[in-house]
């Protein structure tokens, strides 16, 4: 497995964007990912934490956890890995381009989790590179949770041909909801998820990297779309979704979703119908 940095708690996020953006990067060659785990044994599954990320995703607060909380307690650990020097790709204005994630039975609040993350895959992109941070979540020595999250570098550029990539399909379906996202969502979300890259954060923030206005997480899209189906959905299943146009702070989008056999797909699309993210949950 590699080296694995074990921490006693989950690492500040905030701090570790700031000291990413000061310390800048060492000698590590461009997308030669380090063989090292981050990891968080014992962590509690505290309930007041996600009630402050469930009120701005619009879940209902149950005992059984959603996967993209999982997610969120794990991006820490995202995080203190991509802020080493030897990481070849800067932390501050990656671009989460899709996640996929695997619960495998219910997660229960007032458990304890052992949360642990690794970066693999480095890739080239038509705009750049991309790598992929995979996740675990065991309860006690059984494997709950598993998370993939792929993200876009712009500024490091790999050799060879980007890898075709894989494509989800929108549903044929009428807009179900209209959602409207105020102009300080992004720091909303980034005060309960610890999701604090300046894209998200203010006009200011975001022009640095190539952004005119603030756009909001990914995985707060991804929560809501999720949330659209709380209560519905089965004790396991896997969910994967592609996030194809940035929303723009202050925004509107619409929500649709179909079933197709086994597989519910489900999109979040603007006015015009063409969409910022692209899902599906199979049972």
Do not use: C
Not at 254 to 274: L, P, Q, Y
């Amino acid at each position: 497995m590699g080296e694995v940095r074990a921490y006693s708690q989950s690492p500040s996020v905030n701090k570790l964007f700031v000291t990413a953006m000061l310390s800048g990067k060492g000698s590590a060659r461009p997308g030669e990912l380090p063989d090292r785990a981050a990891l968080v044994d014992d962590h509690p599954l505290e309930a007041e934490a996600y009630a402050r990320y469930a009120r701005v995703t619009g879940f209902t607060v149950r005992d059984a956890l959603p996967p993209t909380w999982l997610h969120v307690l794990t991006f820490p650990l995202h995080a203190a890995l991509m802020a080493e020097r030897d990481f070849p790709f800067g932390l501050a204005g990656l671009v989460h381009v899709r996640n996929d994630m695997e619960l495998l039975r219910p997660v229960l609040l007032g458990q304890k989790a052992r949360l642990m993350v690794r970066a693999e895959n480095a890739q080239p992109h038509a705009k750049g590179s991309t790598f992929d941070m995979v996740g675990t979540v065991h309860v006690g020595d059984e494997l709950v949770w598993r998370g993939v999250s792929r993200y876009l570098s712009r500024t490091v550029t790999l050799p060879g041909e980007p890898p075709a990539a894989v494509r989800e399909t929108a549903p044929d379906a009428v807009d179900s909801q209209r959602w409207r996202l105020p102009a300080d969502l992004g720091r909303q979300y980034a005060a309960v998820s610890g999701d604090a890259n300046p894209i998200h954060l203010s006009p200011l923030t975001s022009r640095v990297f190539g952004f005119p206005r603030p756009i909001i997480h990914g995985m707060w899209t991804h929560a809501r779309a999720l949330a659209a189906f709380d209560g519905h959905l089965p004790e396991a299943y896997r969910v994967g979704v592609q996030f194809t146009k940035p929303i723009f702070l202050p925004g509107a989008v619409r929500f649709a979703s179909a079933v197709d056999g086994e597989t519910i797909r489900f999109v979040v699309r603007n006015k015009e119908g063409k969409p910022h993210l692209i899902g599906r949950i199979e049972r």
